[in-house]
DNA sequence: ACTAATATTTAGTTTTGTCTAAAATTTTAT
DNA sequence: ATAAAATTTTAGACAAAACTAAATATTAGT
């Protein structure tokens, strides 16, 4: 496998997951930052490989082997993310570029030690779930606040909106990542939330909580 | 830097080492296994980017500038080198694939933040010197132990040979990686060398000090 | 159902790094 | 000193992965 296969695996894999569909060869194109015409090539030979199902005009669906393929990617971008973070100090908002190319790194010993290293994490420092060797997942356990159901409790792991306005608002109501949160109450009318944080209780909006994520224990 | 430049920068550096004289193409084509033409070829871009001086026929040295790129890699190569061994628990003899890859991986904090986690190491499993981030190396500590002057003692951190034979011979003496050898007498007439390891002292040729590294600290 | 808009593919180029075969230069041996 | 051998470079071609422009297929609007 080429870096550049690899990178379309990958593409191809977080477009496609969860839907049924299969995934246009604009959406490759516009998440790569490539041309349709180059995403349409590079389907051809994936394709070829049986790495990926496709028909002409009808877009791309990995293959089973395509699926294992990526899911051994996005183990080793998480497991190389939490590395980043545990062990070197990075923010977690500074790591996806540099797992990016950690990623790419061929040796199985070495992703077995990396794990074994960071005592088999089941998450990345985003929230997101890592696949075993094997390819399964612990279910999803990364959820936006807003569609946990009442009573609710978990770590605030990420926000979905990065816009200094967003990121200052949560400075000002003390939420920082790391922090528990608990759903104490949804309010119908509007869908805003009481929550708890800290021993302190106060209401936010419907927006404020559909940009929150929280990991579930 | 594309991957393949920073190949032969490494490979230029590593042939021209010591000696102070220029590397030939034919040396560069068989070290790297490819052929002579292909390097001509890429001898000429990185002579237009400034990293080689060269002259037709003449052969190829690393410029200033050239020096400076390949000491970084040397040094991402060794650091990762370090962490495979110190922290992954790969023996001494298995990390140079990978490190191979991982000095390709470009971010300067990582590395920096690399540095840090390892405790600042100076030299890497096989006793080469690691360079600092600003190309200076602590004078070369490794040596073979023919070539060190009477009395000198020091860490056995490799082998040259490293062929069944001769490790079974180490095996058979008792000589192992880690050991702290001291010279104890030198013979003139067959160049063999009185040893002690552990508190035992016992005679060794010439062939089997010429095969021996040590670190001197 | 038909046309307009959109999405996708094809055909033909480009760039990077490689190769082979042939030409040019340097080195070695007599 | 010169011919033979070895080394190095040039010229031309190729594969991978991208691009542009043109052609084709699908979808959407009326």
């Not at 051994?72 to 190319?101: G, P, Y």
């Not at 949560?170 to 608990?182: P, W």
Request: aromatic share 6%.
């Amino acid at each position: 496998m080429t870096l550049s296969e690899e990178d379309y695996i990958k593409t191809i894999y977080h477009l496609g997951k969860g839907k049924n569909t299969s995934v246009s060869t604009n959406a490759v194109a516009e998440q790569m930052k490539t041309k349709p015409s180059s995403v349409t090539d590079m389907i051809k030979k994936l394709s070829e490989k049986g790495l990926v199902n496709y028909k002409k005009y009808q877009g791309v669906r990995l293959s089973e082997s395509g699926e294992r393929t990526a899911l051994s990617i996005v183990r080793k971008h998480r497991l190389w993310e939490v590395f980043l973070v545990d062990k070197l100090d990075f923010s977690w908002d500074e790591v996806h570029d540099v797992a990016e190319q950690l990623e790419h790194i061929k040796s199985e010993k070495l992703i077995d030690k990396l794990d074994q290293l960071l005592g088999f994490p089941k998450v990345d420092p985003h929230g997101d779930p890592i696949p075993s060797k094997e390819g399964l997942f612990n279910k999803a356990s990364k959820h936006l606040l807003n569609e946990v159901s009442l009573g609710t409790s978990g770590l605030c792991i990420g926000v979905k909106d990065s816009s200094a306005p967003f990121l200052k608002f949560l400075d000002k109501n003390r939420i920082a990542l790391g922090d528990t949160i608990k759903v104490i109450d949804k309010e119908e009318f509007d869908d805003s939330l009481l929550i708890e944080i800290n021993e302190r209780q106060f209401r936010i909006s419907q927006q404020i909580a559909s940009n929150l994520f929280i990991q579930i224990s």
